[in-house]
Structures are given as C-alpha cells and as structure tokens.
C-alpha cells in the first residue's frame, strides 16, 4: 500500500502554494510515498515518556532591550519588489477574506 | 426572527477574542518603531519585512506587557512556554507565516468580572498568548477599498511585527438576553484595565484593540452547544453590543426555519450593524503550527513575575470602589461616572484641589453636554482636569459664580487660553463692589415699582424678580446674594 | 617565491604583515587564478574583480596608514551565495532569487568585512542549500577539481571546490546536515561545523532554522581555525546564538597535540553502505590516532541509524515554513501576473516556477509531517529521536573525548548519478546528520585517497557541543602526522587544472 495517495499530492501542492502540472504530481508523487516510507522508520523506537527536542541547545529567555534602530529607508525596502507603487508593494488582487 | 423571540428559544453561547497593541517603543521581533499613521513602508527593517535571512528577537519589554496583562487578569504565568508558527499564506504577512503561540500560551486561566445592570459576571479567560501583527493591504479598483472586485492592492509593512497581545475567554453562558450587553460590558471594562496598565492605547478606532465576537445559540434546556460563527472587524463598543444582537437574531432565524448555522468567518459592517459571511472554517485551514525554531523557549523567572505584580497600578474595580467610598456615591451615581469615563477627570480634578461634589459636578454636568453636543469623548475636550480645578477655585473665592464659570468653560473650550486669562480677556467678575452694585439696585428699584412695593407689603418672594433684574444688567456679573441683600434693605423688608 | 594562490592564509597574512606582498596582488593574483579555471569549476556565480580589488586597496590603505589589522586581513575568502551581501547579488542558488540585492548584510558577512577578508564572490550551491553535490543549483552544477565529472559535494559545494581548486584560500560554508563536511570530504580539504549558536545565523538564508551552522572551509586546519574565530561569537541578532566566548580553537589547531585523548570510533557507522577505500582509509586514521597517544573504543550510538529518517523529516518541516516567504510579493521571482489572477494564482506559479525540484520535493514533504492528522506521527516522532540522539552522543561523551567516523560513506560520485534518487543522495549525510541534530562541534579533515578510485577521503572528528576547540586539536595532530608521511598537503596529489 502506498504511504500517500496522489490526491493527497495534490493537496499537499495546493496548502504549499505550487502549481504543479500532472505530470510532475504524478512524478513527485511516486518519490514522496518512497521518501515517507523511509522516514516512517522514527515511528519504530519513539516510546511516548520521551520528551521533543525542537532546539538544539537548552538556551531559555534571549531578549533584547525595547529600543528603536534605524529602519530601511522606504527606497531600500521597495528596491527588490517585483511591483510598487504610491510607496506601497503592489500586489495582484487578494482574493478571500477582508482581514 | 426578533431579538427577543429568539431568545425565548435559544441561550446564546458567547466568545471573546480580543488583541490589543502593546505600545511599546520599538516592535514585538525588530528595533522598528511603532507609531501609528507614518508615511507608509517607513517603519520597516530586513526582519519585519521578512527579508531573507532575518531572524527575530524577542522585544523583553512585550514579554514584561503581556505578564501584566495576564496577571492583572488573574491568570497564571506559566514556567515555560514557546512561541509557534502559525503557517498560512497571505500578502500582507510577509513571511507567510504568523510567529504566534499555540498550545503553551504565556498565561492561561484567569477571570475579569464585570457588571450589567447591578449584577456581575464572571468572565473566565482561556489564555493569553503574545503575537505579531500582519501588515495593511489598501484595495485598489472595483468598490471603495473592498476587497471584492479590486483590481489590485498595495501593501503597507508599518504594522507587520507590531506586538499584538490575544485574549480569548472561555465560553460565556447564562447571560440571556443580556449577552450583547455583557459582550460589551467585557470589551470596556477590558479597555479599562489595559489602560490602566499603560502597556497600550487600546484605541478601538486606530486598531490598537480589536475584538472577534463567536456567538452561538442552543435551544433552551438543551445540554450540547451550537454551532458557532466568529464575528470580525468589530470596530466599536457600541458594534461589539451590535454584532452579538444581529448575529443572535440572525441565527434564530436560521434555526427556527429548520436551517443549519455554518461554522465561519462573518463580517460586521457598521454602517448597516449587520454581519455578512466571510469564509467557511469547513474548508479546513490547516495551520501547521511548530515550535519557533528560530526563538527559543521562554521560562519567566518567578522573580520576575512577582517584581511585575508588585509593580501592577490599582485596577479599575479596586478603584471604583475606592472612588465610591472617597466620594460618597451612589451605586448610580458610580455607574454614570464610569459610563461617562469621567473617573480619571474627576480624580485628577480633585488631585488639583478641586472637592470631589463639585468636580463631578463640572465633569458630569457642563462638560458632559458639551462633549454630547461635540460627539467627542469626555477626555477629547480640550480642557484640562486643572483648568477646572482652578474655575472651581475661583468660585470659592468668590470672583466667579456659577453662570461666569459656565462662560469661563467656554472660553477655555474655544482655545481662548487657561481660565485665568478667559477672565481677564472677558472681563468676567462678580460684581461685589457696594457702591457700584447699589446704584444698579437704586436704578432696578426704580424701573420695577410694582415688584418693589410688592416687597415692601412684605411678599419677600417678589425680591426674585428684581435680583433678576440686576443679573441682567451686570450681564450676570453681580454677586446674587448680594445684591438681595441690597434690594431688600433698600426696600425695607431685611 | 611560491605562488600566491598556494599559500595558505596564515601564509599569506604573514606574507603581508611583513611587508612582502600586498592585498592587491594577493587578490590579483586568486582573480587571475578564478579567470583561469572557474571555466571548468563554476565553482562561482558572481564575482566582481574590481569590487574585489577595491577592498583589497582599502586593506593596504589601512595597513599602511599603521592600523591594527585582524589576523587574516586581506586574505581572500569566497563566501557562499546564502550569506546576504549588500553589494553583490544573494541568491541562494535559487532562480526564485535572481537579481536580489539585499539591502542589509548577514552577521557573518559583516564580520569578514570588519576583519579586513577580501570577499572574492559567492560561490555556488544546492538551491537553498539542499543537497549534497551542487547540482541542485538553478545556476547550473560545480565540478569537482580532483575529477571534472564528479561532484563537489554539497550543498556548499562551490565553496568547497574554489579552495580546493586554489581559486581562494578560504571559503565559508553552511552546514545543515553535513553541507561543510561532506564537500570538505569529498574536495581533500578541511571543513567545520562550530556547535549549533556559535556562529550567526542572521543573514544566512534559512533552510531548517534549528540545524543549520555557518562554518569555515580551509586547505588546513588552522587557517580553518583563524577563519572560525574571526566570524563566529554572539551575536545579539540571532537568539539562538550563544552567549560565550568563542572556544580556543586557533590556539588548539596550534597545539596538535592528543596524547591521553580519549577516542571513541562509532561502530554504527560502518558496513553496508561504506566504500572499501574510504572505510580502509579511516582504519588507518585511527591508527594513526592511536599511534599518537590517543586510547581509542568503540563506543555504540544505537539510535544514529533513525538520525536520517529524522532530519528529513525536521528539515523539510522547517523548510517548508522558512520557504513561504518566497511569494513573489515582496522580492523576488513573479510569475504570470497579467492582471487578471489573483495573488494566491499568481504565488502558486512563480513557486511552481521558481523552486527546483528537490526544494519543492522537500517543502511538500515537510507540509506533510507538519500537516494536521500527521504531525504526531511524524514531526514529533521525529522530535523524540533527536533527544534519544542527543542522550546517545551524552552517553558516548561520557566515555570519549570526541567521537570519530569517516565524514561521508564514498567518495565524490559522478555528477547526475543520483540525480533524480532522492533516498541514494540522502546517504551521503549518513554520518554527518547526528551532529546537527544534537548541536555538536564536528570537523573534517582529508585523511588519504581511496585505492580504488584515487579520490579524496575525510575523517570526521565530533565533540560535545561548545567544545570546538577539541576537534581543531584531534584535526591538527591528524593534519601534521599525515602530512609529514605525505611529504605534503593532500591536495598537492590532485591533477592540474
């Protein structure tokens, strides 16, 4: 049985925003179920008192002082933006909900 | 279906999600600043713009406001806990993912009473947990700055990365049909608290406070809730009483036509105090939350959090009980006093000499009327808790009286300076000099025959008329009190 | 005198500290040295020889005008292309990122400047640093200079091949699960991964947050140590960096000196899998150690073999939300925006477009493990065996002073041989992975050729975190023993350019 069905690809591609073509569905497909059978092996020794390492060094507490440091100029902030405009990033229309 | 109908039929269920903007110099991650309506794209850096390669930096000052938020609040504050990210695509956040937190919020399990009509609730609260806010998307083409049928938007970073403090409560049952009052009476008294606590404006209008209202209905004596629906951009105190009505009467009609709530995202608009549907939480959004990897674990130290409570100002209920006693009010009296928002007018009035009947008076009187008549809150008025304390100062010396005071007000409200130069400016003064006064009463006696030989036949009550008189001809000038003793000495009757 | 581009940068600053050369032609003579063999390397994709030359001239200026210079001032470096650079283009190997001039520079970029590193360009990588032999790259494969067919390993891959093909003396690198070691393995030079917080990640382009380490490329190990000390410490940009001075490495590299260290050889890392000469070569190696004093068991990490299931599932988690970013939005790559699709159309196709396959491979699986109904069972699986990893590494350091093992399980193999066979490239960060996951300070440096095919081999040195100075020490008695039965650098057994 495989680990992940094709339709479950393609949900995968619509929640990672790709717009993937069938063909490369198909082909991501085949080597994701092989990729997921292999890394299902954690599920094998992973007894349920062990606690998750989710940093790898114990630091706790790194703060830095409420202080104000210079920001981009707003030339500096739009040069890389594939669109501006009235010093704002354009961007094409949203669609979903107001925020 | 009507409000109260549906009422008859079902107990509404209430949820509060309220975010607030901490004012803090710089933002939650990065040193930007913070202020509200700079030029657009002029308070951003590489980490809030979510530029490649940037990392976040815990703001400690953010950490220190939610802790009092939360201990104010009477919650816990947890030994450990871990920002999340909270992935989801949109424009205006620029990293396309929220740095949130989600299952080990900051402080959790705490309480906020409040009062409707003389009875109190208790308002439990879930959680507080520190976020980030996104930035602004302006929607260019189609409707004024719909979203719907744009053809474009354009995106300002200035608020993305603000600290933005989110408190949810547990579900609000037994309210009946003052649950839209008691939504509100929640969001204000709220309001009351962050202020006090100086860590943000909480102005509703600028955004700094933000409340998502979940209302759902189950029929009555049913066991098993409802479905809900999250109502959002609830932009007013006044909408938040609004929202929870119309989407109470909304769903009554849904239920009573044998329909089915959808569980979703709703839409208030102010203008028609209606909610319309936003999108269906039935289409799942799958967050795919993880621990932070870039910020590590927060573990308040319990020294910190006690240094924090200890330095917790007197919130609002220790104070309106304390006001009430110091100043000899009714409970009445009390809930007009706050419903005005004239508790820190009055109190700072007094601070400046002022005696607390007579602060209140001003405040609640005079100054509430112009404000109505201005559609300002009391605080917007341009006049300060010392000016009045000082009107109030010269009434009891006697320079001014009620009605030059009334005109001082004025003056003062018109920009025309402090009081002290609105009555040189004016030339408002009692007018207590015997000599100047007595002839203005001789000439009253004389133009008023019948009043006067009505006192004299002993009508005392008939002086009134020509106290009056001498009022107006001192264009109110005259010190009353005085000025019938003249008269009444003049006509014999003292 | 011997050729500039031969020397090593120790070599070199001495060489200017004294007045016999200058950081203009040091500079010169590596940007004749890049205009000669990058042709057939690529290790390079941009490079701007009088940007390069104007630094150098602002060295000498400074020399000359009786500043105090750092140790490794006006010493060329190549500096991979993850690293944000203010006035050079920062692409991460990505045709998502082409074009891109960052308006700011990452830490580590900064501190090079401030040491007075004569930045040559960036070098090429998998695209985002995922992989292990550069041919991920949007820009097209490096190649290996010991054999032009083969791989240079990767991710930092075109850091790896500019030093070994004397095109710098020095390189940066970042290592997420082996990105340093493997390409130092495979390249015959010395490569390090600091512990995890010792050197800044802010400005390094992100793959998998909680793994990934700047580190140091060098042809020896103590120009490896100058480099490390002259970029790594805190830096209050990065919360995950750590808030202590930078171990003695220089001082370390310096001493080679192990008599009394007490070695453990993993005995998983051994067996199927595993190369004749690379395992012969490392045999040796350990020898050699114990030949030089060191006492040398075998010690048992039995959960090293779940690191790599585990990594790939961490590391494409973390990719998949660090990658987001790249929307077409705010930077970057847009696709198809001809004003009739919306923003999420338009996103989706400059993604589709814009990432190449093994990033998008890993940014899908990673939405998967993270996904609800799945997380459980994957990312916090996987969660769980990074602490058991980390116990098992505690336990072994215990017993040892630093673990050692061959860096990567073959020699370079040839360019397109595991292209399109996700799980066979993934082998190649057999060894090096457990580190990342735990933290740890982990170095390779070149311990012979293999019979069988004449191609470099690395010995891998890991010691408990904050404890880099360790494995400088192990890497430098290995280095200066070899060396003297070599008559020389391994380097110098590879062909000509």
Same mark, same amino acid.
């Given at each position: ?5 094709? &339709? ?14 069938? &063909? ?24 349920? &008192? ?35 405009? &009235? ?13 | ?7 008859? /039929? ?8 309220? $975010? ?82 989600? +299952?080990?919020?900051?402080?959790? +399990? ?18 507080? $947990? ?6 602004? @998307? ?9 979203? $719907? ?96 009505? @119309? ?19 709703? $839409? ?10 936003? /999108? ?201 009190? /005085? ?12 | ?112 400047? #401030? ?152 005995? *998983? ?20 150690? *114990? ?18 299931? #585990? ?82 590494? *505690? ?25 399109? %066979? ?15 996951? #735990? ?13 069988? %095919? ?44």
């Amino acid at each position: 049985m495989s680990a992940i069905t094709r &339709d479950e690809v393609a949900h995968l591609a619509r929640l990672s925003r790709l717009a993937l073509g069938e &063909d490369e569905l198909d082909h991501l497909a085949a080597q994701l179920d092989v990729i997921i059978s292999a890394v299902a092996r954690v599920q094998e020794v992973t007894a349920e &008192d062990i606690p998750p390492t989710s940093h790898a060094l114990p630091l706790t507490n790194v703060y830095r002082p409420d202080e104000v440091r210079p920001s981009l100029s707003p030339e500096e902030a739009l040069a890389g933006a594939p669109a501006a405009e &009235d010093q704002r990033f354009r961007v094409p229309r949203i669609l979903g909900e107001e925020a | 279906m009507g409000y109260d109908e549906a009422l008859a /039929r079902y107990e509404p269920v209430l949820g509060l999600e309220t $975010h607030i903007e901490l004012g803090t110099a710089s933002k939650m991650f990065c040193g930007c600043p913070t202020a509200f309506g700079a030029p657009p794209n002029t308070q951003v850096c590489p980490v809030c713009l979510g530029l490649p390669g940037s990392l976040p930096v815990t703001n400690r000052a953010a950490i220190e406001g939610i802790i009092r938020i939360g201990l104010a609040l009477n919650c816990s504050v947890v030994e450990w806990c871990r920002f999340a990210r909270k992935n989801y695509f949109y424009p205006d956040m620029p990293k396309n993912y929220q740095i949130s937190q989600y +299952d080990e919020p900051i402080c959790i +399990d705490g309480h906020l009473d409040v009062e409707v009509d003389g009875e109190t609730y208790r308002i439990e609260i879930e959680r507080v $947990h520190m976020e980030e806010d996104t930035g602004k @998307s302006l929607h260019v083409g189609g409707a004024t700055g719909r979203i $719907h049928g744009a053809d474009h938007s354009l995106v300002d970073y200035n608020r993305a990365g603000i600290p933005l403090v989110e408190i949810v409560t547990k579900p609000i049952t037994a309210t009946g049909d003052r649950a839209p009052l008691v939504a509100r009476a929640y969001v204000t008294e709220l309001r009351a608290l962050i202020r006090t606590l100086g860590v943000s404006d909480v102005r509703m209008e600028e955004g700094s406070l933000r409340a998502d209202v979940n209302v759902s209905l189950m029929p009555r004596g049913a066991t098993e809730w409802g479905t809900r629906t999250e109502t959002k951009n609830v932009n007013s105190l006044r909408s938040v009483e609004r929202a929870v009505r @119309s989407e109470i009467e909304r769903q009554g009609g849904v239920l009573a036509a044998g329909g089915r709530v959808v569980q979703e995202t709703r $839409h208030f608009h102010e203008d028609t105090g209606r909610s319309t549907s936003g /999108r269906s939480k039935e289409e799942a959004q799958d967050y795919r939350y993880f621990p932070e990897p870039d910020l590590v674990p927060m573990a308040p130290p319990r020294a910190w959090v006690e240094e924090l409570r200890a330095t917790l100002p007197e919130l609002p209920a220790a104070r309106r009980r304390r006001v009430q006693r110091e100043w000899g009010l009714s409970d009445l009296e009390l809930r007009d006093v706050v419903n005005a928002g004239a508790v820190d007018l009055i109190e700072e009035t007094v601070a400046a000499g002022a005696e607390p009947a007579a602060a209140r008076k001003w405040w609640m009187n005079e100054l509430s009327r112009r404000a109505t008549e201005q559609g300002v809150e009391l605080a917007e008025l341009p006049i300060t808790a010392g000016q009045v304390a000082r009107i109030q100062e010269l009434i009891t010396a006697g320079e001014l009286n009620d009605k030059l005071a009334r005109q001082v007000f004025e003056g003062v409200l018109a920009g025309e300076g402090g009081p002290d130069e609105v009555v040189a400016a004016r030339g408002l003064k009692v007018v207590s000099d015997d000599g100047e006064l007595a002839s203005i009463v001789d000439k009253v006696i004389a133009d008023n025959a019948d009043a006067a030989d009505k006192v004299r036949s002993g009508k005392v009550a008939a002086a009134g008329a020509l106290v009056g008189a001498v009022m107006k001809a001192t264009r109110g000038q005259a010190d009353a009190a /005085r000025a019938r003793e003249l008269i009444l000495d003049r006509l014999g009757a003292s | 005198m011997t050729e500039l581009t031969r020397r090593t940068a120790a070599e070199l600053a001495a060489l200017m500290a004294a007045g016999e050369t200058s950081a203009v032609e040091v500079a010169q003579a590596h940007l004749d040295r890049i205009a000669a063999v990058d042709g057939r390397i690529e290790a390079f994709l941009h490079t701007d020889p009088e940007g390069v030359l104007e630094q150098a001239r602002a060295v000498d200026a400074r020399r000359a005008a009786g500043e105090e210079l750092g140790p490794l001032a006006g010493v060329p470096i190549a500096h991979k292309d993850v690293f944000t650079t203010r006035d050079m283009p920062t692409t991460a190997g990505s045709k998502i990122l082409e074009g891109w001039r960052p308006p700011y520079d990452a830490t580590v970029t900064a501190r090079l400047r #401030a040491a007075g590193l004569v930045i040559l360009g960036k070098t090429n990588l998998d695209e985002f640093a995922m992989g292990s032999s550069t041919e991920n790259s949007a820009y097209g494969p490096t190649r290996n200079p010991w054999d032009t067919s083969r791989i240079p390993g990767g991710s930092s891959g075109g850091s790896s091949a500019a030093v070994a093909a004397y095109e710098a003396p020095l390189a940066t690198g970042t290592d997420t699960g082996g990105s340093i070691r493997q390409p130092a393995s495979v390249t015959g030079i010395v490569g390090a991964k600091p512990t995890y917080g010792g050197s800044s990640r802010y400005g390094l382009i992100a793959f998998a947050s909680s793994l990934d380490t700047p580190g140091p490329f060098a042809r020896t190990v103590l120009d490896a140590a100058l480099l490390h000390e002259a970029f790594s410490g805190h830096d209050p940009m990065d919360a995950t960096s750590i808030d202590r001075p930078v171990p003695p490495v220089v001082e370390a590299a310096r001493r080679a000196e192990i008599a009394g260290l007490r070695v453990g050889v993993v005995r *998983e890392f051994a067996g199927d899998g595993y190369q004749a000469g690379v395992t012969a070569r490392f045999d040796e190696a350990v020898e050699l150690l *114990e030949s030089l004093g060191a006492k040398v068991v075998e010690v048992s990490c039995p959960h090293f073999e779940y690191a790599l299931p #585990a990594y790939y599932l961490i590391a494409p988690s973390e990719c998949s939300s660090n990658l987001a970013r790249f929307d077409a939005m705010r930077y970057g790559l847009r696709i198809g925006d001809d004003g009739s699709r919306s923003a999420e159309e338009v996103m989706a196709l400059t993604r589709a477009e814009g990432f190449g396959p093994e990033v998008k491979r890993r940014i899908m699986l990673g939405t998967y493990a993270l996904s609800s109904g799945y997380y459980d069972a994957y990312y916090g699986k996987a969660q769980q065996v990074r602490t058991l990893i980390t116990r098992d590494f *505690e336990a072994a350091f215990e017993q040892v002073d630093v673990l050692v093992s061959p860096t990567t399980p073959t020699t370079a193999f040839p360019i397109g041989e595991r292209a399109d %066979d996700p799980m066979a490239m993934y082998l190649a960060d057999l060894c090096t992975i457990p580190s990342n996951l #735990a933290g740890n300070a982990a170095i390779s440096v070149p311990c012979g050729l293999a019979d069988e %095919d004449g191609l470099p081999v690395g010995l891998q040195i890991m010691a408990p975190p904050l404890a880099d100075d360790r494995v400088y020490r192990v890497a430098a008695a290995v280095e200066r023993a070899l060396e003297s039965r070599w008559n020389g650098p391994l380097l110098a057994k590879a062909p000509e350019l």
